[in-house]
């Protein structure tokens, strides 16, 4: 879920708003057609071509509930939606992540999906993936497209270094992880180039596998902060390759994913931690000659279990045609055309038919290591905490950036998770 950022984002909101206000009040035009509007993120060419395409085909499929398509950016949604929403000018169907939803939905904004859905979806997306988009007793959103954090990694140094390949049935443990960083470290080679200039979400998402939860329920159902044993493994990990074995490459500290992509080229990282999706880009910009492989994450001792805030598709409470909203994304997440939204960017379906197709079981491009992750995949531990948003920008972030960087120790990053964070949380549940 990268986008664009800049005077463009402002542009696309600019231009959001006035979509938003056109049309016929509730949509059905003198005809008694009607005209459903579908906000869409998709941002890289090929998952807009076959957004767009489906879009085409469920038009000359159904001439009395048209659909329009309206491209949003993730770099703006939330506010433009809040702002969208407020004026009573959102779109009927909304596309959005599972980690953006809690406030809209405790707020009102999105509809109840139970009802609404045909068996077929229930049935065919796991039980694991609507965790993410269940919040108190309703469903608000269909989770449809996930990404694991995959190891991406220079095939000639990782097979020069000897040390064992892993697979999703048997990952480095995160102690061997380390270990393995220090013997591809050397002649102007770090083992690793963590991007963490937005640290949270990988740390919560990959302790997962050491028992880590970071956030834990009382008997009053609210939650609070508790940075436990589990969830200080990965940490821990990071900050003694950083600044103890100097085995990561301490300069990807502030960059993103895709910024560590020419070190990555250059030799100058023998590996980085990046989301699933992130390999087109290398397809695309790699340079010829250069092999690559991905490899899965490091795991605990509950095996390769990773959190995932899936992308989801949501439909407004405020939309008068909610019923036919929901026929649009049954068709739109038929396994076939689930198959083609996932391979247009480069992530997993949710759905388990589409995860059987043979076109993601192939070994190029990694795709066979990505489904065999699937199973793993549960739901991030901080999308149902209201209030996450606040605490992941103002405590968390630059506590954990300060911890990487060796800047606090790990008491003084529990202090301020906790103290500060549960401060935070409170507000929101009061």
Known sequence: ?????????????????????????????????????FQSLAWQKDSVDVTRELVREWNARNPR??????????DSVHDQLLTS??????????????????????????????GLLS???????PR?????????????????????????VNAELLERSGVRVPTPQ????????????RRLTGDGVHGVGWPLREPVSSTLNLSLSTGGRMFVRGADGKARVTFGPGDEVMPRTVRDQVNDDRSAARTTLGMGGSDTLPGFFGGRYAMVPLGFS?????????????????????????????????????????????????????????????????????????????????????????????????????????PSVRGYPEWKDKVATPAFQEY???????????????????????RYQR
């Open 278 to 382: 992130y390999r087109q880009q290398i397809v695309q910009q790699a340079p010829a000659g250069f092999r690559w492989r991905v490899l899965p994450a490091p795991a605990g001792p509950e095996g390769p279990v990773q959190g995932v805030s899936p992308q989801t598709l949501s439909i407004a409470e405020e939309s008068p045609h909610k019923e036919e909203a929901a026929r649009f994304v049954d068709f739109l997440l038929q396994p076939r055309n689930m198959v083609r939204l996932a391979l247009g960017d480069w992530m997993l379906p949710t759905g388990e038919e589409a995860l059987r197709d043979p076109a993601l079981r192939t070994a190029t491009h990694g795709w066979a290591t990505g489904t065999a992750l699937a199973a793993h995949l549960r739901a991030a531990p901080a």
């Open 170 to 181: 048997e990952p480095w443990s995160w102690p061997e992880f380390r270990e393995v960083t």
């Open 1 to 37: 879920m990268r986008g664009r950022s800049g005077p463009l984002a402002v542009l696309t909101v600019l231009a959001l708003l006035l979509g938003g206000c056109a049309g016929d009040g509730d949509g059905t035009g003198p005809d008694g057609r009607i005209t459903l509007r």
């Open 65 to 74: 509930v048209r659909v329009s398509y309206v491209q949003g950016s993730w």
């Open 404 to 426: 990487y960087s060796g800047a606090i120790g790990l008491d003084e990053l529990r202090r301020r998770l906790e103290r500060d964070g549960n401060l935070v949380l409170a």
């Open 128 to 152: 694991r993936s609507w965790d993410t988009v269940t919040f108190g007793d309703g469903v608000y959103g269909v989770p449809f497209l996930q990404e694991p954090k995959v190891l991406i």
């Open 119 to 125: 068996r077929r979806l229930e049935r065919d997306i």
């Open 85 to 114: 929403f407020e004026g009573g000018e959102a779109p009927d169907i909304i596309h959005d992540a599972s980690d953006d939803l809690a406030d809209f939905a405790y707020g009102g904004y999105l509809a109840d999906l139970r």
